[in-house]
């Protein structure tokens, strides 16, 4: 048996995310490894860190056994101590250390991917001791390495790849958290649609409409007289969507319409990663 058909786009992804990721760090010097990104609190070196652990535990490893400093501030929750460990065992890594750690996780993975025939509702073990099915799994890596894929371009200045598989993942995994953000974290009126216009290399026009109940769905058809609209490029969107940027930040970037109040309220909740 081979790779489930369900499975294949967020394979594919993953490898084109993770092969631009080690063709962006091969010709590193040890001073780019310690480059800031818009990841808080991570440096290059750290990103990387926690790719090669992300595969680690797509792999099954066993998690390194390690305590954390008492001093980062970047890390407030016990999901962010769980997803630090990876981060800070590898913290005085070497470039050579860094980029064969890399290389050899990889070769593992795509031989885990050529052998892998398991059903997409396989349940496999997820961060934090949650289960989850492989379907999920594959999706959220996918998603994440594309992620940490653009933290790494705009810390080295080398922008790209903002329309491959590994965008389009982002595109749906984002989407799908849009109607929660709008009717309950962000609070939009009851019987009111909002409307989400994107542009540039990944383009879409959805609505969210908010029912009686308070419940959000998300719709391809637009709207008349929406509530609120939001008109922004693909890159911001990602930006603003993974906790990248805030808000005021981008401010220029984001044509906002309507209840300014509600407008708000929909930015200042935008992040869907932890």
Not at 15 to 44: F, Y
Not at 187 to 214: C, Y
Not at 239 to 256: H, I, Q, S
Request: one cysteine or more.
């Amino acid at each position: 048996m081979s790779l489930h058909p369900t499975l294949q786009p967020y394979a594919d992804a993953w490898t084109h995310s993770i092969d631009a990721i080690s063709e962006l760090v091969q010709p590193l010097v040890e001073g780019e490894w310690n480059r800031r990104t818009p990841c808080p609190g991570w440096s290059v070196r750290d990103v990387v860190s926690h790719v090669i652990g992300l595969d680690c535990e797509m792999l099954g490893d066993p998690r390194p056994i390690h305590t954390l400093p008492r001093d980062l501030f970047h890390v407030t929750n016990e999901y962010q101590r769980y997803m630090e460990m990876q981060v800070d065992v590898r913290r005085h890594h070497t470039a050579p250390e860094m980029t064969s750690e890399l290389e050899y996780v990889i070769i593992r993975r795509n031989r885990q991917l050529r052998n892998e025939s398991r059903d997409p509702g396989h349940k496999v073990r997820g961060h934090v001791g949650t289960e989850l099915t492989l379907e999920e799994a594959m999706r959220n890596h996918a998603f994440n390495v594309w992620v940490h894929e653009q933290d790494l371009r705009a810390a080295l200045g080398r922008p790209g790849n903002l329309d491959s598989p590994g965008a389009h993942i982002a595109r749906d995994v984002l989407l799908a958290a849009l109607p929660r953000l709008v009717a309950e974290d962000a609070g939009a009126p009851r019987s009111s649609a909002i409307v989400i216009d994107v542009h540039g290399p990944v383009e879409f026009l959805r609505t969210i409409r908010v029912d009686i109940q308070g419940r959000g769905t998300l719709e391809t058809a637009p709207a008349l007289g929406p509530a609120a609209t939001l008109t922004l490029d693909w890159e911001t969107y990602v930006r603003l969507a993974c906790g990248r940027v805030t808000p005021e930040a981008v401010a220029d970037r984001v044509k906002a319409e309507g209840d300014p109040q509600l407008t708000g309220a929909i930015l200042r909740n935008f992040t869907v990663t932890p």
